[in-house]
């Protein structure tokens, strides 16, 4: 009766009373397929944790089982305790997944709130069997629980080692727990590489397929459930498979990780594709990415990482310029990569795309949110309960200091809801005005008989909107609402270009689509089209002034010109350097240094005034006329 009742209640507590609502541990009809994180499914089928033994089929003698690891690391990993996750079923009893787990220096059961702890994915290389087709016994279809071929018994074997999981981040990992000492996780004098709290180390036998990675969350909520962890302060990191292996467990189980750390990764683990990008979105991420890496590519990682922005993240993102896809050794020496994990925590609010501002230009407001799935949430505005706010997003319209909390539990007392979070203080905010510089002349065609328009927007945003005459310009493909740097051609739009003489302006926005005021116009005149409604500068002469710098003059004849264009080449050797504008002036001026010149070298000078709707006349007029100065003999040896 004894034994009866206590499955009983270890079903009910593992599901009744799971941190969330079942449907975030068991769902058949997620858009990527069946979610199954129980640790239970029945009273009589449940997994378990086996602590202290490693499961393999190494023995010590004929029929004596080692019960024990095979050490494959360089260094003492001891100190990671062993244990493997089981399944019951009945009389059934499996093997599922081994696992290493590092406890804090001094643990206290009764410690109030609780240890953070690291969720380790390994990489493919530290497998306990196949990685592609190396195995260390048959093939990637052998399975452990049928032992068909059979295993080697040597005691040697490296089937199934659970130690090879620590070679690359253990140390490192164990270190932080030894830097951290005795203290306690709220101890102010904690060195800022210290982690003063558990380190799971879970170890695949193929590479981290979805079975594996659910397993492995398993054993993340049983280890949860019987330690004093707190449940706020649970982080995932991974390196490579385990990358990937870390956006799948985020996936599966955003409710779960205050924070996530892929290096290489070399997928997303199907967030994108299986529009999850939003259900994450609440999570930090600090990802880590070699410049020389080919699989992934930096190209590939920015494109998560782009659509992980819009979907409200915020990322933290390290490329590393002279790296290949061996990121790991050099992420766990950042100054904080430890402090970072430790600053974030499941309570905290987190705004859509950082931004705590309701947006002026388009009245948006700011939107907040807490991981999804837990049984209740309260939202509260300067210190009082909004009615009616009870779900894991609000969207605040009006000013204020903001907080949320959730529940773990369906029907809390006051003592079962999570602590406030810190409060978010909204504001306002009115962007400031998009500026567009232009990069030669927008007074076409230019000396060098180019045709095209070339416009820059100034600083760097998510978004940038270009328009024509008022209209937004449709620059078809993927690279819509991205072009900081775009070029107009006097033809038909395609994705680098737009029809026509006209008024460009630039609107910008970030991530969290605040969009700024229309940028001053840029009015481009397209294949000589523009008049010559400008009088012509003359008594255009110049100076030397150094070996590097010529100081140029003119008069000023037009009272109607926006500035003035001037024109300058190099010649070298026989031939000469293209045409380049090397200033546009505000109007009225009559002078302007040239600086950054090759010393003891020929150059050549036309200006020319513009307007909104026209130009001059270059001078000199004739086209094989210009301005001929030559740089002096820079005598500094």
């Known amino acids: 009766m004894k034994k009866f009742l206590l499955i009983f209640l270890l079903f009910a507590y593992a599901n009744i009373f799971a941190q969330v609502d079942t449907s975030f541990i068991y769902n058949t009809s997620t858009s990527y397929g069946t979610l199954d994180i129980r640790i239970a499914k029945s009273a009589t089928r449940y997994y378990y944790l086996m602590e202290n033994k490693t499961f393999s089929f190494r023995e010590s003698s004929p029929g004596v089982k080692t019960d024990t690891y095979k050490d494959m690391t360089s260094w003492n990993s001891t100190p990671y305790t062993q244990g493997n996750l089981r399944e019951k079923n009945g009389s059934i009893d499996n093997f599922v997944m081994n696992y290493r787990l590092l406890f804090p220096v001094t643990y206290r059961e009764t410690y109030s709130p609780g240890y953070p702890m690291i969720v380790f994915m390994h990489g493919a290389g530290e497998r306990g069997n196949c990685w592609d087709e190396k195995c260390y016994h048959a093939t990637p279809s052998w399975n452990p629980i049928t032992n068909s071929p059979p295993a080697p018994t040597s005691p040697d074997s490296l089937l199934l080692n659970n130690d090879n999981n620590l070679s690359q981040g253990g140390s490192a990992h164990m270190d932080a727990r030894n830097l951290a000492g005795s203290r306690l996780p709220n101890d102010p004098s904690m060195p800022t590489r210290g982690f003063p709290g558990f380190m799971l180390f879970a170890q695949n036998l193929n590479g981290w397929s979805v079975n594996s990675v659910q397993d492995a969350i398993r054993i993340v909520r049983l280890i949860a459930k019987k330690y004093n962890i707190d449940e706020n302060r649970i982080y995932i990191e991974g390196l490579s498979d385990g990358g990937a292996g870390t956006y799948e467990a985020l996936k599966r189980a955003p409710w779960l990780f205050a924070a996530a750390l892929p290096m290489s990764p070399i997928s997303d683990g199907g967030i994108i594709s299986h529009n999850q990008a939003a259900n994450t979105a609440h999570v930090p991420l600090w990802v880590f990415q070699g410049a020389k890496d080919t699989g992934p590519t930096p190209t590939k990682t920015e494109g998560y990482i782009k ?37 974030k925590n499941k309570g905290t609010l987190h705004t859509f795309s950082g931004s705590s501002a309701i947006c002026l230009t388009n009245g948006r407001g700011v939107q907040m949110e807490m991981a999804r799935g837990f049984f209740k949430y309260q939202w509260r505005k300067n210190g009082v309960i909004i009615p009616g706010a009870t779900g894991a997003t609000y969207t605040a319209t009006t000013v204020g200091l903001y907080s949320a909390r959730f529940s773990r539990v369906p029907n809390p007392t006051e003592a079962q809801w999570n602590n406030w979070s810190p409060g978010i203080n909204v504001t306002q905010q009115n962007p400031a005005q998009a500026v567009i510089s232009q990069q030669g002349t927008v ?15 100034v600083g760097d945003y998510a978004h940038y909107y270009w328009y024509k005459d008022g209209t937004l310009i449709d620059l078809s493909g993927t690279v819509n609402d991205t072009v900081k740097y775009a070029l107009f051609k006097p033809g038909t739009c395609t994705t680098t270009s737009c029809t026509g003489n006209g008024a460009y302006t630039l609107v910008t926005a970030g991530y969290d689509n605040c969009p700024s005021p229309a940028s001053a116009p840029k009015y481009v005149i397209f294949n000589n089209l523009a008049p010559v409604n400008i009088t012509a500068p003359t008594t255009f002469t110049g100076s030397i002034l150094s070996p590097t710098s010529i100081r140029l003059n003119w008069t000023d004849n037009a009272s109607n010109e926006n500035g003035y264009e001037i024109w300058s080449r190099m010649k070298t050797g026989t031939t000469y350097t293209p045409w380049v504008m090397r200033t546009l002036t505000t109007a009225n001026i009559t002078t302007f240094t040239d600086t950054g010149l090759e010393p003891s070298a020929i150059y050549n000078y036309k200006i020319r005034g513009v307007n909104n709707t026209g130009r001059s006349e270059y001078t000199p007029l004739a086209a094989n006329q210009y301005l001929v100065l030559t740089t002096t003999t820079d005598s500094v040896v």
């Open 307 to 343: 659509a992980f922005r819009e979907a409200g993240a915020e990322v933290r993102y390290t490329l590393y310029p002279n790296l290949g896809h061996g990121t790991w050794n050099t992420a766990y020496k950042e100054p904080d990569f430890f402090l970072w994990m430790l600053g």
């Open 443 to 457: 007074i076409l065609k230019d000396l060098n008989n180019e045709a095209n328009a070339r416009l820059n927007a």
